[in-house]
């Protein structure tokens, strides 16, 4: 499938058929023109130094439900859809093992290995914390909005199907964010002043 410089590229709608058909040439392609927006994706959603494992993982998971993707939405909003969805899985899993971690140093302080967790479990939380800090003030959904709006460049239609809300929610939530940013800004430079 390598193409001539004369040769038009394809675009997604073109590859998703060829990859549904089994060409796996054309889901790399997909995968590299997607991936630097999916990584972005992951990261300002909170992965951290875990976004790498969190795009491999949507990446995979798109692949499987390739024959679910209807066309409806452009494939980036779908697949990227995938990736917020892996990144609250990570989310929830970092959860219960910070407890399951906690738990351990209680029982035995001395493990080894509760310590080792619990000094990553610290770490990554830094690394967390390094992201934009007015972001990171931000409750949940309103993040989420603003990442995809601005950050990732989707449009209102992509950013109703990665977050599967309802067009209303996602006018109202990136307005309501907006100024909620907007006053965290404005504190901090008041702050710094």
């Known amino acids: 499938m390598s193409s001539s410089p004369s040769e ?18 054309a889901y790399d392609l997909l995968v590299a023109r997607h991936t630097a927006s999916a990584y972005r994706t992951a990261v300002l959603l909170g992965a951290g130094p875990d976004a ?15 024959s679910r993707y209807r066309g409806e939405s452009s494939f980036r909003s779908w697949l990227l859809a995938i990736v917020a969805n892996e990144t609250r899985n990570l989310h929830r899993s970092r959860s ?8 351990a140093a209680v029982v035995n302080p001395m493990s080894e290995i509760a310590e080792d967790a619990a000094v990553e479990a610290v770490l990554a939380g830094e690394r967390r914390a390094a992201l934009v800090k007015a972001l990171r003030l931000l409750p949940e959904k309103d993040r ?12 209102e239609d992509e950013t109703v199907t990665m977050l599967g809300w309802a067009r209303g929610t996602v006018k109202s939530r990136t307005s309501r964010a907006l100024t909620k940013l907007r ?11």
């Open 144 to 155: 989420e909005v603003i990442v995809c709006r601005f950050f990732l460049d989707l449009s």
């Open 8 to 25: 038009v590229p394809l675009d997604d709608a073109e590859l998703v058929t060829r990859a549904r058909a089994g060409d796996l040439e």
């Open 52 to 66: 790498e494992d969190v795009i491999q993982e949507a990446f995979v998971k798109g692949y499987r439900k390739l």
């Open 96 to 103: 219960r093992r910070d407890g399951l971690v906690l738990r």
């Open 183 to 193: 006053g965290l800004l404005d504190r901090e430079e008041v702050r710094r002043g």
